[in-house]
């Protein structure tokens, strides 16, 4: 029948609010993070719908004088595509419902 689906974006992902340990996988092997002045930018393709998204991550401000916060904290990323996706409720402007646990993993220095 119909070959492998590459290059095919005609055929929508529905919205579908799910998570898969290959979405964490696949995240932490093609998302960058760029430290800004008080936020993480993250960037790279969602795991599902594979369209290239932004993150910003706003950094907790713990409290004054306080060190550095743990290094490695679990964040929940939500896929923030502005593709249509069948089926996205109206509370939600974006994303393929796709969602996964990212670890900022800055142990150096
Ligand atoms: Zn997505
Ligand atoms: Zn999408």
Redesign the pocket.
Known sequence: MSETEQDTPAEL?PYEELTRPEFAETAAATFTAEQLSSAILLQGP?P????P?EVHLLEQVVGRGEPAQPAAEPKTIF?T???P?PNRPESRR???G?YWTLVLNRARG
């Open positions: 992902l969602c599902r719908c594979r369209t998204i896929c595509c502005t593709d996706h974006s994303g393929c796709a």
